[in-house]
Every structure is written in structure tokens, then in C-alpha cells.
């Protein structure tokens, strides 16, 4: 990708890779100060020329799979939708998400990610787009699931792609940064998306929701285009590092998992290994705590300050922003701090309580607003400043040749979940009239996968025996 100024992105992104020019250079005895120096002024070029594009890519996927939250409110009516029908639509986006995981991520190692990241990105917002074509259940039901098909190994893949550029030791915060992009995207496309609900109703006849699917897709075609152009598949192919950079980038890798070997830490060498490791199906299951939280948040916060009194669609929009920006905040403020002492288990641990319960805590509160809101953004923080941590935690334990398939296990995991969450609370809320069955089920998701992970693991040595 072509080069990008400093001064164009957020604060929090400008902070997050400064900071990591201040990260512990590698042992003098391995390389000099003036090596050490170059090599991280190379992973400073690395940030700025891969995360944004990364970041971008990411928010305009979340926004297309996410978008059915706001349109739900014009939809269901105009197409005669059940809760549970829309729950079971909202699902079959992560049935198909986790059917072609592990085949597109091991694509991604042949092909390379440049090809991977454009087909995809067109190929969903073709999809998306076609949302707006749709005049019955069956056509949203399958529609949905073609969209998850086609968005399958973005963000596996991206998590691949980061392994071959950053180093362990540097990737919490990478991973963070990147994982910025579902609160990014909850925070500018819920206002987004009430604007467009309320004010392009019956343009040229066309209802807010359609209007709604048409006008968030087309960022992915460039995205797509421009994933073609400027992206290089790793480091020896990046015209705009130095030889001298690529050849320290590339002994740092090395080096670094030439040192996990000597040590003695176990990691599964290959695809057969890794399906035998149960550390992954520990990771799974706060996987699918995560992808099925995050997931319930973007399909259903709309409705529930909806419950709680708030009527207006505009207002509902960016009332619904509020929670991803104080996550945005916690979110990097976690990855940081878990890059500083490094340390994985109990970051993902308690973020996870805390989203746990408040998911339990919102029930209670479910006919008041300001409660409604605050429980909201305390869930959004939980469930967001996980991501950094934890998702940097699959490569930890798997080899190089291994970490296509093992972190496509883990994803998979949670969208097996994913796919059956937003139907359990769409059958509730079809039954009782009311989301807090669903709220429930969250909750102790959560709170069940906390545990696992805490028991699971043990020790932060457990993760690497």
C-alpha cells in the first residue's frame, strides 16, 4: 500500500505504533543497536502500510454483516419476518462463515493474502448489495448465508497475514489495533444507519433499509480494488521497506521461532496435530463467547434501546455509537497493557466477566434507558478489550506451518456458536415477547467460557506446554 501520513489517522492508532518504536529491541548479543533501530523503524513502516487498509477492510465487512440490526426495525414488517426467522438469518451468516474458514485460510497460503482479501471483499459486497432485492424469508435466509460464505477467511486470514509480518512479542497490540475496526464500526455505522433509515425512506421508491444495504456495500468494491493494487503478500515483496529491513524483519521471525523450539514449548506442527491439541478448543470456546457476543451486540443493541423507550430512529442511531466509543478507548488501553506485562489468560479472563455480567445486569433494567445504555457499554467494553489479548493467543501455541488451519479452528469454533445464538434469542424473544432470554443466554456464555479458559489453562505456562 502506498504510503500514509501519520497525521491522517486517529489519535489512538498514532499512540498505539509510536509506541511500539519504544518496544524492547531484540538482545545486543544477537543483533547491534544500530540493527535494532532499523528493525524498528521497519515495523513502524510495517503499521502504517498494512494495519489501516487492514482496519478499513474490516469495518466495511462488520458493517455488511452487521447492518441487519438497524434495517431489522423497517424489515421485518415490509418482508413479514418472525424473530425467530430473522434470528435463524442473522445465524446462517456464520454457518456459511464457518464451513469455508479453514479452506480459505489455507487458499490464502498459496495464493497469497493480495488475491485472497480482494475476492472476497467484492464478492461480499455483491451480496450485501443484493439484500436489497430481497421480498421474502427464504431470500434473506440465503442470502445471509451466501454473504457468510463469501466473508469466510477475511478475518482468519488477516490473522494469518499479521503472523508473517509481526513478531509475537509486538502482535497484541497489532491484533488490537485491527480488532479496532468492529468498534469502529459500531461507532460511526449505527449513526450512519439511522440517517439512512430516516431520511432516504421512499427515495424513488425504495425503502430505508434497502437504501441501507445498496449504500454500505459500495466501500467494499474499492476496498477491494485497492487491496489489489497496493497490498504485498509478506515482507520480501513490499517495495517500500529496504533490503536491509526485509532481511532483518525476515531473521526476526526466524530467530523468534527458532527460540520457541530450543526452548522446549510445545506447538503443534501440522494440521493433523493441531485438531488433537485441546489448548485450541479452550481458546474455542471464548471464540464463541466473543463472535457470538460481539454478534449479539451488533444484531440486537438497536432493538433493546428500542425496548427500553427510545423511538426515534436518528436518535436510536447515535445513542447506539456511545458504547463502541468507550470500548474503542478499553479496548487498545487492555492490548497495551497486556503487551506491557505479557500477559494473555487474565485479560481475556475478566473483560469477559465484566461483559458477562452485564449482559445478566440488563434485564433488570430493560424499561429504562439511561440503564439500558450504561449496561450496554459496559458489555461492549468487556467483549472488545478481549479481542487484542486473545486473539493473539492461537499463534502462541502453533508453529508457522500450522497456524493456517489452527487459527481457523478457533474462529470456526466461535462462528459454529455464532450461528446458533442469534436463533436461540430470536425463539425467546418470539416467546416471551422480550429480549432478556437472550440477554441470559449471553451472559452465561460468557461468564462459562471465563472459566474455561481460567481452569483451561491454569497457568500462563499451560498455554505453552
Known sequence: MGH??????PNFVRNSIVSEQKKEPLSTNQISDTDARVLDAAYN????????????????????????????????GDLGLSEVIYGLGAGLFYLGYSMFEIPSNLLLKKIGARLTFARIMIIWAIISASFALVTSAIGFTVLRFLLGCAEAGFFPGVLLYITFWIPARRRARFTALFMSALVISGLIGAPISGLILGNLDGFIGLRGWQWLFIIEAIPSVILGI???????????????????EKTLVRGDLEKENNAT?????????????????????????????????????????????????VENVTTLGFLAGLPYLIALVAQQWVAHHSDKVGERRWHVAICAIICGTSWLLLPFFSDQPLWSLLFLTSACVGAFGATGPFWSMPADILSRSASAGGIAIVSSI??????????????????TGSLALGQIYYGCLFLVAAMVLIVGTRSQKALKK
Open 4 to 9: 500514509i501520513q501519520h497525521t491522517n489517522c
Open 45 to 76: 513502516k510495517i503499521s502504517w502500510h498494512i494495519i489501516p487498509l487492514l482496519i478499513l477492510g474490516y469495518i466495511v465487512a462488520h458493517l455488511d454483516r452487521s447492518n441487519i440490526g438497524f434495517a431489522r426495525i423497517q424489515m421485518l
Open 226 to 244: 485497492i487491496v489489489m493494487i497496493w497490498m504485498s503478500d509478506e515482507p520480501s515483496q513490499a517495495s517500500w521497506l529496504t533490503e536491509k
Open 261 to 309: 523450539i530450543a526452548s522446549g514449548e510445545k506447538r503443534s506442527q501440522s494440521l493433523g496435530e493441531t485438531f488433537k491439541d485441546y489448548r485450541l478448543y479452550v481458546l474455542g470456546m471464548m471464540a464463541a463467547a466473543l463472535v457470538s457476543g460481539i454478534g449479539g451486540l451488533a444484531f440486537w443493541l438497536p432493538a433493546i434501546l428500542r425496548q427500553a423507550g
Open 414 to 431: 466461535g462462528a459454529m456458536f455464532a450461528f446458533l445464538s442469534p436463533i436461540i434469542v430470536g425463539w425467546g424473544a418470539d416467546k
